[in-house]
């Protein structure tokens, strides 16, 4: 899958409030009440991930999650990256 330019993934993430690029990377941090509810949710996550064949790093610092998203293997942001972004940040709301 092909590298997005640059210009391109800053105006996506517009709608992605909160996610940040940089180092050929898009990420962004969460906070939960619990540890739990931390690893709660990364575990939601992963069952996207692992269905789509796409896995986020995660970093896990207590009770704040952070995810960074790039295609590895392409060697930056691609669309993949965007969609798992877009996921997160859905399963995130819905957690409420």
Same mark, same amino acid.
């Given at each position: 899958m092909a590298v997005l330019p640059e210009a391109e993934i800053i105006e996506r993430l517009a709608g992605l &409030? $909160?996610?940040?690029?940089?180092d050929r990377a898009i990420s962004k941090q969460f906070r939960f009440t619990t540890f739990m509810d931390g690893i709660r949710f990364i575990n939601r996550?992963?069952?996207y991930a692992e269905a789509t064949? %796409? %896995? &986020?790093?995660i970093?896990?610092?207590y009770t704040r999650i952070t995810f960074?998203?790039?295609? %590895?293997?392409d $060697?930056?942001?691609t669309e993949k990256d965007l969609r798992?972004?877009?996921?997160?940040e859905?399963?995130?709301r819905a957690a409420g």
């Open positions: &409030p $909160g996610w940040e690029y940089r996550i992963a069952q064949d %796409h %896995h &986020p790093d970093t896990i610092n960074g998203c790039s295609t %590895h293997s $060697g930056g942001v798992l972004a877009g996921e997160i859905r399963t995130f």
